[in-house]
């Protein structure tokens, strides 16, 4: 059996979640895939769940599940899997998974594969694709040692519409579980935010990103009138937000968001290397550049050698049709 | 706001700058003479800048294992990361497209009996002799600045920590910490921002002849299978460069099929237009070169600088409460192209030196002269003293250079006490002097520029990438430059020459309505130093960013 540990926050389902089940339900060949939500309060979460064809969901609850604490989540999941005896359990590579994960692995004496992209059968077993040196190596892990194996995929590894739904809900069901408050050294604070996030990019599925072939940041109302058209959120390379014509998190790439849209559009992006790695993972990608041989066409699935200044009105034009 | 800040205040008996070869080496050494004499434990710390030590380090390299053997007999045993022995000693001088091999190996480059190793492996291997000592190893904390009384130094203040772009506060703010120590080893590497300002400040380079530099350039390549034996070492001279220019490239080896390819351009050349990443891809499309990499895989970069000076030009290395260790003192054999051996035992030099000074209760400059008594009866002496004047021969062109190194090698460096030199950064010209005036087209952008094919060849954007370099964005920059001199002086005199002689594509100029105006990619320095070195009008300071910034050189 595979086990998916499914993310919460407040009741909102993290939607690299269903990602990591349409990799279970890849990898499952005949085994049964169930899905367990950990949480405070999770019955709306699980029902959601539910939707997508799996054995079973299991609500993990306890009130000392919220907030979040990895102490209380070792304690409870380790409890859990210990009683469900999977084969493999996969988590999404999400920052709480990194928190906890680890720990719980450690604790169980199991092996952990983290942050993979995808899995092969390998000799009998699975191997798990691991990117290594920024993208640039793929190793091949197999993980030894008694199962389960926990296994943690990269946001963006599958896609979440490739999840197979069931033609009915599938069972929900609860596992109690105790939990110690005392057992928790962790005492969280309220959630810290830096500064105020007004767009969270990861969650858009659409992107029109600019870069330096916009040149002045008075044209930037050209490439707002395009991500209007689309409907998408304005995204920028580095040297747009170094100069200061859009703020810090609108900025895609190593230096600031990675992202994964079903349609980015790229105008006026040369496509280097700091950029492609922050949206390379996008399903669908069009690119408009004057200059053919620009690294970005070797990314895109549509591409336009050609003046933006001429491309776009003409874009926003059919767009409006 | 500095002024303000209550810090922290830890004492030892101890403080090494930097954990590189040096300082580690140096914190090692301690610990040994501590455990030979039983007594009072000593209190020893060691800062790091890095995230994690061996992140900064980069190097060819090939090690002479000399200063090891002594350090650590049972290296092997220890499972001493030496990636390959070497098997097989060449040398080319290339010309454009072909190659003459040297029919014998000169002396000082035959490495029968060295390693060939990543200095970034060897390095965290190191530090973990240190810490299984029980010494502490502060990594992500940059030495900012040195603390006096009077002049004595007393120790150093570390880096902020959670500062914004405009020097402000942010909600992360930690003020640095100030250690002080009885005996203070400055490891800092080549350039060292605290070094720097010591010589500066007591004139420690008085009666010494001026530093010269180098910068290397290297990339580690995964190439198809049976293209080159590991173990095999191959250094070159000659082309790209020109007889006006010092330098030259290196191919090793290792299993696996992973090889180190990179190039040496000193920092002496004479052309304003002359970019060192552009040579390091001319050498890479060499034939002998690009039938080994062609096909494979560059999977990491990174560019340091190196003192080539030699004997001549390391400064007085001991002041009051201070030594100084390592590549900060220049202590490299550029003829034998090796500094980590000289790093290590200047280090393990300075711990005796310590060692009994705190003993003594007194690190007056007067009792840590030792330290370079110990250098002179050392074997750091000899092997350096033969060979003081090269670099500066080589200063008067290739063939002068060849001929003095040849006899230097045959007479054990009888000849000429000492030959004088400038610094090698004061040797670049104008664009009036190098190009106008000689009736001499000045080219478009860098002299002989490749267009990268990003297969061989890379700009240096993408190659930075592949450095691993990172430093949170939200900081100030820690490149100091007088900006003002860019378009009223440099540019119109050197065409803005940052641009070239960086390897990673931190300094831009960017052309506005206004007119140009440098812009300063701060977060794409991996830590070089090649451009506070290099400026024609010294006006670029590097100073260390947040503890932790800098590249990640796995595997380097």
Not at chain 2, 207 to 221: N, V
Not at chain 2, 265 to 286: E, I, N, T, W
Request: charged share 20%; aromatic share 8%; glycine share 10%.
């Amino acid at each position: 059996m595979i086990l998916v540990i499914a993310e919460q926050k407040n009741g909102t389902l993290n939607r690299a979640s269903w990602e990591t089940i349409a990799i279970a339900q890849q990898m499952a060949g005949g085994q049964p895939v169930k899905v367990a939500i950990p949480g405070g309060a999770v019955g709306p979460v699980a029902q959601e769940l539910a939707a997508a064809k799996v054995a079973e969901v299991v609500r993990i609850e306890h009130e000392a599940l919220e907030p979040y604490t990895p102490d209380g989540f070792t304690l409870a999941l380790s409890a859990v899997i210990g009683q469900l005896a999977p084969q493999y359990v996969l988590l999404p590579h999400t920052y709480q998974t990194r928190d906890f994960v680890p720990k719980l692995a450690a604790r169980m004496g199991r092996a952990l594969v983290t942050d993979c992209t995808a899995f092969r059968p390998e000799g009998g077993a699975l191997a798990f694709a691991r990117p290594m040196f920024q993208g640039k190596l793929v190793a091949q892990v197999v993980p030894e040692g008694d199962a389960p194996h926990f296994v943690t995929f990269q946001i963006g590894a599958a896609r979440a519409d490739a999840v197979v739904k069931g033609d009915a809900p599938a069972a929900v069901t609860t596992v109690p579980v105790t939990v110690a408050r005392a057992a928790i050294r962790q005492q969280p604070e309220a959630p810290f935010q830096e500064a105020k996030q007004a767009v969270d990019l990861s969650q858009a599925e659409r992107i029109v990103a600019v870069g330096r072939g916009i040149k002045s940041q008075e044209n930037l109302e050209l490439a707002r009138k395009v991500a209007a058209a689309f409907g998408a959120e304005l995204a920028a390379s580095r040297p747009i937000c170094d100069a200061g014509w859009l703020p810090m998190e609108r900025q895609i790439g190593s230096s600031g968001q990675t992202v994964a849209p079903k349609l980015y559009v790229a105008l006026g992006i040369s496509g280097a290397i700091q950029h492609l790695v922050g949206m390379k993972g996008s399903r669908t990608i069009v690119a408009i550049n004057k200059d053919a041989e620009a690294p970005i066409f070797e990314v895109a699935d549509y591409g336009i050698a050609g003046d933006l200044f001429e491309i776009a009105p003409a874009l926003i034009a059919e767009l409006g049709k | 706001m500095t002024s303000t800040v209550e810090r922290e205040t830890l004492d030892v008996d101890v403080l090494i700058v930097g954990g590189g070869p040096a300082g580690l080496s140096a914190a090692l050494k301690l610990s040994q003479l501590q455990k030979r004499t039983g007594g009072e434990p000593l209190s020893i710390a060691v800062l790091e800048k890095a995230r994690e030590t061996g992140a900064h380090m980069m190097s060819g390299a090939v090690l002479d294992v000399s200063a090891l053997k002594e350090l650590v007999p049972d290296f092997l045993d220890r499972q001493a990361p030496l990636a390959s022995e070497v098997h097989e000693d060449h040398i080319y001088f290339l010309t454009p497209g072909g190659k003459l091999r040297f029919p014998i190996t000169p002396a000082p480059f035959r490495n029968h009996g060295n390693y060939i190793i990543s200095l970034n492996r060897f390095v965290k291997w190191l530090s973990e002799q240190v810490e299984a000592e029980g010494i502490d190893i502060f990594s992500g904390f940059a030495g900012r600045e040195v603390l006096y009384d009077g002049d004595r130094v007393i120790g150093v203040r570390t880096g902020d920590r959670g500062i914004d772009k405009h020097g402000q506060p942010r909600d992360n703010f930690e003020p640095g910490v100030d250690i002080h120590a009885k005996v203070t080893i400055f490891a800092d590497g080549v350039r060292g921002n605290l070094t720097k300002e010591l010589q500066r400040r007591f004139q420690l380079g008085a009666g010494r002849e001026p530093q010269s530099f180098a910068i290397g350039i290297k990339e580690l390549w995964e190439v198809p299978a049976g293209r080159i034996r590991p173990g095999t070492v191959i250094h070159t001279m000659g082309y790209p460069l020109n007889t006006e220019e010092f330098g030259g490239g290196f191919v090793y080896a290792m299993p696996d099929n992973r090889v180190f390819v990179g190039f040496v351009s000193g920092l002496d050349y004479v052309d304003p237009m002359f970019d060192p990443h552009v040579a390091f891809q001319r050498f890479k499309l060499h034939p002998l070169v690009r039938g080994i990499i062609e096909g494979g895989q560059m999977i990491r970069y990174g560019a340091k600088a190196l003192p080539e000076g030699g004997w001549n030009t390391i400064p007085r290395p001991y002041l009051d409460g201070a030594l100084i260790v390592g590549d900060a003192a220049g202590f490299m054999n550029s003829m034998r192209l090796k500094g980590i051996h000289l790093a290590m035992r200047s280090g393990m030099l300075a711990a005796d030196a310590a060692f009994e000074a705190v003993n003594a209760g007194d690190a007056s400059a007067a009792r840590l002269k030792r330290y370079e008594t110990l250098i002179n009866a050392s074997p750091i002496r000899k092997e350096l003293y033969p060979v003081r004047n090269v670099h500066q021969a080589f200063g008067h062109g290739f063939v002068a250079g060849f001929l003095y190194a040849g006899i230097a090698m045959v007479t054990n460096g009888w000849w000429f006490d000492r030959m004088t030199g400038h610094a090698g950064q004061d040797r670049i010209q104008t664009i009036a002097r190098y190009y106008t005036r000689r009736g001499r087209q000045v080219p478009e952008g860098a002299t002989q520029a490749v267009k990268p094919d990003r297969q061989v060849t890379f700009d240096k954007l993408t190659n930075v990438h592949y450095s691993g370099t990172r430093h949170d964005e939200d900081q100030p920059v820690h490149l100091l430059v007088h900006t003002e001199v860019c378009e009223s002086i440099c540019g119109p005199e050197y065409n803005y020459p940052c641009q070239r002689f960086c390897p990673a594509n931190v300094y831009e100029i960017v052309t506005e309505a206004v007119g140009n105006r440098l812009q300063i990619n701060a977060s794409n320095c991996v830590h070089c130093k090649t451009c506070d070195i290099m400026d024609p009008y010294q006006v670029i300071t590097w100073v260390p960013p947040e503890g932790g910034g800098g590249p990640q050189y796995d595997g380097m």
